[in-house]
């Protein structure tokens, strides 16, 4: 039977350097609801710090993960992030949007370090009912060689890219639909994947600052294994266990530290930029390393903020049999990224 190929139904596909990860998302009814998810291992080193290395591999692994979704359509929405990805507010004088579009590739000029002949811009008024002089734009330029590559691949995997987005974004669209009261006020998305952390600074609910930190679960696996001496099993299942042991909260300590670095940073650069003056008031974290036993309350001390995992599935209504094989609560924190890009509504 030919599964999930209506019209009426979004496929999320997200591509991390650990996993492949997709979401099915039906928008038949009054509301969205998930109708299967499925993931797949990604061998060692076939994506290294977002660049794919091994695009063959790639995309075999893509088309196992869609096969076991019981996909058939060939339309996917995906994602790209990562250093080659720029987003920021800005402040420009209040024109029409037509005008703005026009001006647009002068004011990045001026704001994204990149040569403008190969970056793909895009670009939302924030506040298109302001009646001040200036208005607030949130500004986004992506490398257009990282883009081609993300297509290339999916291409080689026989599918089509109906929409690319960008990771702090698609986070946000599921992040916004499960947990509306962080709509208010300045809230921090922590991203903790495999090789990147991804810090989004959400202020009055629109995603204005992305940092991405080179610390992940395969960095704390790589520090329980040389410096707690445990093996590669032993290291895994601490990471995706329930119980804190005292070989983990070390590694935990050191690297909750950087992640809670990286938050302050991107807190203060925001403070200093912005003329709402707020600082955050609460942390959300997502992703396979929010599993990690303990790490919650480390950077919970550390910040001296209130610290919870965001759930993917608070809000979302989801079909019986979703899941399959897979329980609930384990891979939830992964799905994030994979239902914010689902949760795009088809064309």
């Known amino acids: 039977m030919a599964l999930f190929g209506r019209k009426k139904t979004s496929v999320g596909l997200d591509i991390g350097s650990g996993l492949i990860k997709v979401a099915v998302v039906d928008h038949s009814k009054a509301q969205p609801e998930l109708v299967r998810v499925a993931i797949t291992p990604l061998l060692a080193d076939a994506i290294v710090e977002g660049e794919i290395m091994d695009p063959g591999i790639v995309a075999d692994a893509i088309t196992a993960c869609l096969q076991e979704a019981g996909v058939t359509a060939k339309d996917v929405v995906t994602a790209v992030g990562g250093r080659d990805v720029i987003i920021k507010k800005i402040q420009i ?6 005008q703005a579009r026009e001006l647009m590739r002068w004011e990045a000029e001026q704001h994204v370090p990149f040569d403008m002949e190969s970056v793909e811009l895009d670009f939302q008024i924030l506040d298109p009912e302001g009646s001040d002089p200036e208005m607030n734009v949130l500004l986004v330029a992506a490398k257009r060689e990282l883009i081609e590559g993300k297509v290339r691949v999916l291409t080689d995997a026989g599918i089509n890219a109906v929409a690319v987005d960008v990771d702090a974004f698609a986070l946000h669209n599921a992040f916004e639909l499960n947990h509306p009261e962080a709509m208010t006020g300045t809230v921090a998305l922590v991203n903790i994947g495999h090789e990147v952390t991804n810090v989004n600074i959400v202020e009055e609910g629109v995603p204005i ?10 960095r704390m696996k790589e520090d329980l294994q040389r410096e707690r001496g445990l093996g590669s099993d032993e290291a895994d299942a ?7 042991s005292e070989h983990l909260d070390a590694v ?6 950087e992640i809670a670095v990286g938050v302050e940073r991107a807190a203060a650069f925001l403070a200093s930029s912005s003329r709402s003056g707020g600082g955050l008031s609460a942390v959300f ?22 610290v919870q995992a965001a759930n993917p599935l608070a809000n979302l ?6 899941f399959e094989s897979f329980v609930t609560d384990e891979v939830a924190p992964l799905l994030m990224l994979p239902l914010g890009l689902a949760l795009r509504k088809p064309a």
């Open 93 to 98: 004088e209040r024109v029409k949007e037509a």
């Open 252 to 257: 935990l300590e050191t690297r909750g530290e």
């Open 209 to 218: 600052l992305t940092r991405d930190l080179p610390t992940g679960t395969r």
């Open 317 to 322: 209504v989801v079909r019986d049999g979703a």
């Open 238 to 244: 601490l990471l995706k266990g329930f119980d804190r």
């Open 285 to 306: 974290v997502c992703g396979g390393g929010s599993r990690a036993p303990g790490l919650i309350d480390v950077l919970a001390d550390r910040l001296r903020l209130p």
